[in-house]
T-cell receptor, first 114, second 115 residues
Framework: AQKITQTQPGMFVQEKEAVTLDCTYD???????LFWYKQPSSGEMIFLIY??????QNATEGRYSLNFQKARKSANLVISASQLGDSAMYFC???????????FGTGTSLTVIP | NAGVMQNPRHLVRRRGQEARLRCSPM?????VYWYRQLPEEGLKFMVY????????ESGMPKERFSAEFPKEGPSILRIQQVVRGDSAAYFC?????????????FGEGSWLTVV
């Protein structure tokens, strides 16, 4: 089974609108971490936001927020007030296990339309 | 505090040659991960190392690929007898030990082209 599932290969959003990128995960661990990364066309991987499995509040970082629904095992990324510079690939990731292994989803390509 | 350093950034090899990719983790980080990204695809886990130990190599192809993280010096991903299908971006990431809040930080990647 996939550890991280991102079902949206591509998404479009109008500039200044909000967009939600979906992510579901699979783990039997009680303690784990969920992450989102952005990869622009230049190729580097940029860390955006983190949510711990024991955190009761949804994580927020500026225009990014993580909609954490533990029972559903989902960790969707919400980007508010989209900007043209948000056009990129977005990867959801989970850290779990005794070895603190990191697993990544296949990514969602976001295009912001002016 | 320098980030994760990867070199070379771009490497061209002929089929059958060897490719060596190096990764120096961030200061204080003892965990190193290698990922491969094929064109238009996501990140595929290859190997997870701590100093002098391979923790998880379940993503490494059985042949031609090896990785090490010696006590001194950078982590090395070695690909012997490269083939065209090895052309990809290879990302290294590092993290400190522990789970809470610790993300992994990526290098800028090494782009391997096999001609």
């Amino acid at each position: 089974a996939q550890k991280i599932t991102q079902t949206q290969p591509g998404m479009f959003v109008q500039e200044k609108e909000a967009v939600t990128l979906d992510c579901t995960y699979d783990t039997s661990d009680q303690s784990y971490g969920l992450f989102w990364y952005k990869q622009p066309s230049s190729g580097e991987m940029i860390f955006l936001i983190y949510q711990g499995s024991y955190d009761e509040q949804n994580a927020t970082e500026g225009r990014y927020s993580l909609n954490f629904q533990k029972a559903r095992k989902s960790a969707n990324l919400v980007i508010s007030a989209s900007q043209l510079g948000d056009s990129a690939m977005y990867f959801c990731a989970m850290r779990e296990g005794p070895g603190n292994q990191f697993y990544f989803g296949t990514g969602t390509s976001l295009t912001v339309i002016p | 505090n320098a980030g994760v350093m990867q070199n070379p950034r771009h490497l061209v090899r002929r089929r059958g040659q060897e490719a060596r990719l190096r990764c120096s983790p961030m200061k204080g980080h003892s965990h190193v991960y290698w990922y491969r990204q094929l064109p238009e695809e996501g990140l595929k886990f290859m190997v997870y190392l701590q100093k002098e130990n391979i923790i998880d190599e379940s993503g490494m192809p059985k042949e031609r690929f090896s990785a090490e993280f010696p006590k001194e010096g950078p982590s090395i991903l070695r690909i012997q007898q490269v083939v065209r299908g090895d052309s990809a971006a290879y990302f290294c990431a590092s993290s400190p030990p522990g789970l809470s809040g610790n993300t992994i930080y990526f290098g800028e990647g090494s782009w391997l082209t096999v001609v």
